[in-house]
């Protein structure tokens, strides 16, 4: 009986099709002087980010608590972007959002 051995090569792909950009688009969007973005690649050229404020403290119910609390910030914004890499910088859009019926 003859060993057989299959070998199979997938394509290379183009560094910059496959490049993770999340700290490129974090650092590109537009967001308010106090704003964190923090970007999430989910799968190819698909994103997730979401803009951080710090918590509103006017609504604690026991004004007396103070230091460090565990939720000091709250997501503000979130977004999925659809982010590919163009000859003069990042091409940022947002997918087409459409209703189920």
């Not at 004004?63 to 999925?80: C, D, E, K, N, Y």
Request: overall charge neutral; hydrophobic content about 35%; charged content about 25%.
């Amino acid at each position: 009986m003859a060993d057989t051995v299959v070998t199979s090569t997938a394509p290379v792909k183009d560094q910059r099709d496959t490049a993770d950009l999340s700290e490129e688009i974090a650092r590109a969007v537009e967001k308010l002087p106090d704003d964190r973005v923090t970007c999430r690649r989910i799968f190819g050229n698909s994103y997730r980010c979401n803009w951080w404020a710090a918590a509103d403290r006017s609504k604690y119910d026991n004004p007396g608590m103070s230091g460090q609390l565990v939720t000091t910030h709250t997501i503000r914004q979130s977004r999925f972007l659809i982010v590919t890499r163009g000859a003069t910088g990042l091409v940022i859009t947002e997918p087409e959002v459409r209703a189920s019926n």
